[in-house]
């Protein structure tokens, strides 16, 4: 056999070889990044889930405990030490007041997440309630909490499968001490937390399936190389310089090419075509998880008088700086567009409406106080509304735009919703 014949026989050895291993690594890397992927997202959920909780807490606590009537499954809370806890209306009903810790354990025991096998409690190492003394684990959570650890993770097998657990402290707060100052709990303690139990089953089977497609994409990809590379061997080897070059031009046009396809050539930020992708991906978390986001859209004032007064370079100009003083207002996960003309839009994960006002208002006052090259100070009416879980992107985009409208009608310069 010519040496020629036998140096491309041993290259096309190796190459197999090489190509087997880094198949075989990728496989390996895709399959423990698609198990830690579900893992966060189930750990992401319990937290939801427990700040929900929380909020929910807060705001019966801030209202100093609601009543509701006396039913069969509704009975006084025999460990409210409070003596309004039972009340009799003018008609004869009798109520009972709910705190939030009874409130917590009703709500455990509604059917409408149980069903789905979501379970929580609250729990203490100092409980007022013997029934929310703690498990082992739970203990051993509640210790760490004691150590200045603010949440707590672990995977355990229960009767039902496996099962995410998440605790997250419970801090004493003003509204609290009403019912816990008497334990000698001060402001800031740590007097217990909640733990959420996800199963884990509906996590595994998508990852499960996430698996399948890495094995069918690696097995593929490693059947076809190996296949190309033996029966194109000698012309392979003799053009290989040459494809690797052609593949990283043709890599780095398809980059370009994907980039300028989403991007905003006057201001350089994203256009509306990404924009319209990001918000059906917000859209789909916020119904499958429940996780919610708010839209903020903003039109520079008077943008066509800056036009006619000072021509068309300058007012695009405007629209570049105006889109970098938005831009530093905002967060990594944020994501701000171009809308066309002179309006912009953002989308802010995890942000309810009262908080996306303040950031609205911020970015509204950052406008509003930034000298501009030419033309000195411009104003920007904004509108900001969240996202109704069932609604469709055509109706969030008409109500952020009919907000966007009042702040226009009502004075300019400023924020209203929708």
Not at 73 to 91: F, G, I, K
Not at 138 to 149: D, H, I, K, N, V
Not at 274 to 295: K, N, P
Request: with cysteine; hydrophobic share 40%; proline share 4%.
């Amino acid at each position: 056999m010519p040496s020629a014949t036998r140096r491309i026989l041993l290259y096309l050895i190796l190459l197999s070889a090489i190509i087997t291993a880094a198949a075989a690594l990728s496989l390996a890397y895709n399959l423990n990044a698609i198990t830690d992927h579900y893992q966060q997202l189930a750990q992401e959920m319990g937290r939801t889930f427990f700040k929900e909780l929380v909020i929910v807490r807060r705001w019966n606590a801030s209202m100093g405990g609601i009543y509701a009537p006396v039913t069969e499954r509704l009975q006084p809370n025999p460990y409210l030490d409070d003596p309004h806890r039972d009340l009799t209306t003018t008609d004869g009903q009798r109520l009972t007041k709910v705190n939030p810790a009874f409130m917590t354990r009703l709500l455990a025991e509604m059917p409408d997440h149980t069903a789905e096998n979501i379970q929580f409690r609250i729990t203490s190492l100092n409980p007022i309630n013997p029934h929310n003394a703690p498990d082992a684990w739970e203990r051993a959570a509640l210790q760490t909490f004691e150590r200045s650890a603010v949440e707590h993770f672990a995977v355990v097998e229960e009767p039902g499968g496996r099962f995410l657990r998440y605790m997250g402290r419970l801090v004493t707060e003003q509204a609290c001490l009403g019912c816990h100052a008497k334990q000698g709990y001060q402001l800031g303690d740590v007097r217990g937390g909640i733990r959420v139990s996800l199963p884990l089953a509906p996590f595994e089977a998508a990852a499960a399936g996430g698996r399948r497609q890495s094995y069918w994409v690696h097995g593929t990809f490693w059947l076809m190389t190996l296949t190309l590379l033996w029966v194109g061997g000698i012309l392979l080897l003799r053009n290989v310089a040459q494809l690797e070059g052609l593949n990283r031009y043709m890599k780095d046009l398809n980059k370009q090419l994907e980039v300028a396809a989403l991007t905003d050539s006057l201001t350089g930020i994203p256009n509306r075509l990404y924009f319209d992708q990001q918000l059906e991906t917000h859209m789909i978390s916020s119904q499958r998880y429940g996780v919610a986001f708010s839209v903020i859209m903003l039109d520079l004032d008077h943008f066509k008088q800056i036009n006619d007064h000072y021509g068309h370079p300058v007012g695009d100009r405007v629209l570049r700086e105006f889109s970098q003083i938005v831009k530093q207002q905002l967060r990594l996960t944020d994501q701000f567009a171009r809308w066309g003309g002179e309006e912009f839009i953002i989308a802010a994960p995890h942000t309810l409406l009262d908080h996306a006002l303040t950031m609205a208002e911020r970015i509204r006052a950052a406008v509003a106080e930034c000298n501009l090259a030419t033309i000195g100070r411009v104003t920007a009416s904004i509108g900001v509304t969240e996202y109704r879980p069932g609604e469709t992107a055509m109706a969030l985009l008409e109500r952020v735009d009919d907000a966007l409208y009042r702040a226009k009608a009502n004075g300019r310069n400023r924020v209203e919703t929708g």
